[in-house]
């Protein structure tokens, strides 16, 4: 009986542990994926403000020359 309840104790310690780590990464790789999608949500924001300032600029003839040896 006290080798059973040993191995149940081990069990339920090793389970909650299990469950700690996984929420523990949960955690991390739910904050990293919000902060994907922010920075996501911020570069479209920019290009729909400044997406006439900072367009296409290889048409130009300065830049024509430079990327040209590329």
Known sequence: MGAV????VISATF???LSGLWAEFWELFWGFQ???LLFFVIYLAYGLVFGSCFGNFSSYSYFSRI???F
Do not use: A, P, V, Y
């Open 67 to 69: 990327l040209s040896s």
């Open 15 to 17: 389970s909650r542990l």
């Open 34 to 36: 919000q902060l994907q």
């Open 5 to 8: 309840l040993k191995d149940l």
